[in-house]
């Protein structure tokens, strides 16, 4: 697996060889944090930006699936970002007392952010998503980036969190299932629901969406992801 690792990693070998060498007795919770950034991360990853993540993660606690633990927790990646140490930040930026509030009831998140953050779209030019410091630091952002906000900072708080990728909302993870967390006055919206059946001959099936399934909307004569 590490030699898969380095070799993802080309030219940046020795910076991920680094951190995976300085991770002493984490160094198995290391290599599944590598096992889960894009291979653009491991590619041009700062060795003390994965150092931070692997230190200042939150313990497993039982009950909590490696997958879920690894992807949604320990991941410092979001979506389409520049990797940050926003473990570190958030909590220098966000005073104790919100954050300690904030992990007992993560549903009062989105309401905060929705009062603290300001959301534009015509300030960012060049849609570059902002990182979960700057939009905590800037306390302006655009709507990506505040969701990206939203994501790392339930991390850092210890609770598995995403970007939904079939209906692009926010989620935390909390009593084994994903809830919606609403974000810009999206609480009101009503979503009619639909099912989709699947075979398989997988004893426990976990689709996934683009791995597994797509959905598409029919418009002008084309179908849209």
Known sequence: ?????????????????DFIAG???????????LEN?????????????????LLKAPQQDKGLSDDIYDRYLLSPRVA????????????ELIPS????????????????IDTAITVTNTENYYNVPLTPGAVASLRMSDVLSEK??????CRTLGIPARIDPATDRTQYYLDNKWN????NGEKGKT???????????????????????????????????
Do not use: C
């Not at 389409?80 to 909590?91: C, D, H, Q």
């Not at 919606?180 to 974000?183: E, K, N, R, S």
């Not at 699947?198 to 996934?208: A, C, G, K, L, N």
């Open 1 to 17: 697996e590490v030699k898969e690792i380095l070799a993802a990693g080309m030219g940046n070998y020795k910076a991920l060889s």
């Open 23 to 33: 991770s002493g007795e984490k160094a198995g919770l290391a290599m599944r944090l």
């Open 37 to 53: 950034v894009s291979e653009k991360d491991l590619r041009d990853g700062d060795a003390a930006i994965f150092a931070d993540h």
């Open 80 to 91: 389409n970002e520049k990797l940050s140490s926003w473990r570190t930040l958030l909590p």
């Open 97 to 112: 007392a919100m954050m300690d509030k904030f992990s007992h009831n993560p549903g009062e998140i989105a309401d905060w």
């Open 148 to 153: 990206i906000f939203y994501v790392a900072l």
């Open 180 to 183: 919606d967390a609403f974000l």
């Open 191 to 225: 979503q009619e629901k639909a099912f989709i059946t699947f075979s398989t001959r997988d004893v426990s099936p976990v689709p996934e969406y683009y791995t597994n399934f797509t959905l598409a909307r029919l418009e002008n004569g084309r179908y849209r992801t």
